[in-house]
């Protein structure tokens, strides 16, 4: 497609479970981001890839979460162990280069923890 | 944690008024990025002014940029209904690794 895909676009799930959230970038993009938009903490950073590489993760709120992104292209973040101030929405984000470039933004995965 | 600060945080205009936000920010930065997000979708870019620059302009959009004030406002021009969305300021203080640092976001309403 044209744009940053994300899938699901919603999830709902019980506290303790583990979710997989999936970004396919803008194809060419070598930079990946993924980002954390919430009520009460607006949009938090998370992680950045440049190319398969994530060179700093201290960005991630906890151990329960990890990210990898294989090919140069597709993402996963995943949360274990999912909390209820897990809620939020997870938006992804590509660019051509992380250099002065705008960012693509998918629609996001809307997480819901009951 | 938040770098930008968005004023205001609500804005209503009737059609065809024009619309100023502002952001201001705390850190040095590479350029500075507008963001507009309609309700349950994601973030689109509208522009990017770099730290040397001091205004830009696309279609309707005006945007400038004070680094010694660390501020930067966003003019929309002739507003329209569908220019009702939240308008966000994000700086990026360069290299990628830090990813865009946004503000807290102006949630604009046009009244047709």
């Known amino acids: 497609g044209a744009g940053v895909s994300q899938s699901p676009s919603n999830k709902v799930t019980e506290k303790g479970k583990d979710v997989e959230l999936r970004c396919d970038p803008i194809?060419?993009?070598?930079?990946l981001y993924w980002y954390r938009q919430s009520l009460g903490q607006g949009l938090e950073f998370l992680i950045y890839?440049?190319?398969?590489?994530?060179?700093?993760k201290s960005g991630l709120p906890s151990d329960r979460f990890s990210a990898e992104r294989t090919g140069g292209s597709v993402s996963t973040l995943t949360i274990q162990r999912t909390q209820q101030e897990d809620s939020a929405v997870y938006l992804c984000?590509?660019?051509?280069?992380?250099?002065?470039?705008?960012?693509?933004f998918g629609d996001g995965t809307r997480l819901s923890i009951l | 944690s938040q770098q930008g600060e968005e004023d205001p945080q609500a804005l209503s205009i009737q059609e065809g008024e024009n619309a100023t936000m502002n952001c201001s920010y705390k850190?040095?930065?590479?350029?500075l990025q507008w963001y507009r997000q309609n309700s349950g979708r994601g973030l689109v870019h509208l522009i990017l002014?770099?730290?040397?620059?001091r205004e830009k302009h696309s279609g309707r959009l005006r945007v400038t940029l004070d680094t010694s004030k660390k501020s930067s406002s966003l003019l929309i021009t002739a507003s329209r209904a569908a220019d009702t969305a939240s308008y966000f300021c994000?700086?990026?203080?360069?290299?990628?690794?830090?990813?865009?640092?946004f503000g807290k976001g102006t949630h604009l309403i046009i009244q047709p």
């Open positions: 890839f440049q190319g398969n590489s994530a060179p700093d």
């Open positions: 002014i770099r730290s040397n620059e």
């Open positions: 194809s060419g993009h070598t930079a």
């Open positions: 850190t040095s930065i590479n350029n």
């Open positions: 994000a700086t990026d203080r360069g290299g990628g690794a830090d990813g865009l640092t």
């Open positions: 984000a590509s660019s051509f280069g992380s250099y002065n470039q705008p960012q693509h």
